[in-house]
């Protein structure tokens, strides 16, 4: 997929990383609304994100809403 080769050769995600630039491909391709995971490194860095989105828009293309399961289900408010 292009845009996975593309996050790696233009340096948003390392070398190491080519799998999460899959998943972040695929669901961008798709047109999925969120993309949930636990990598937090990678993926679900803030950072990260803002790098994959300047490059993504360019091409008319939207990052998906990335987070965890916890942070999409929000915080627990049974105190």
């Given at each position: 997929?292009?845009?996975?080769?593309?996050?790696?050769?233009?340096?948003?995600?390392?070398?190491?990383?080519?799998?999460?630039?899959?998943?972040?491909?695929?669901?961008?391709?798709?047109?999925?609304?969120?993309?949930?995971?636990?990598?937090?490194?990678?993926?679900?860095?803030?950072?990260?994100?803002?790098?994959?989105?300047?490059?993504?828009?360019?091409?008319?293309?939207?990052?998906?809403?990335?987070?965890?399961?916890?942070?999409?289900?929000?915080a627990d408010n049974d105190e």
């Amino acid at each position: 997929m292009a845009i996975a080769k593309d996050l790696v050769t233009e340096n948003i995600l390392p070398r190491k990383a080519v799998e999460d630039a899959l998943h972040i491909a695929a669901a961008t391709v798709h047109g999925m609304d969120f993309l949930l995971t636990w990598n937090c490194k990678h993926i679900a860095n803030p950072i990260i994100q803002e790098s994959i989105a300047a490059y993504l828009a360019p091409k008319g293309l939207f990052l998906p809403f990335i987070c965890t399961p916890e942070e999409l289900l929000g915080a627990d408010n049974d105190e």
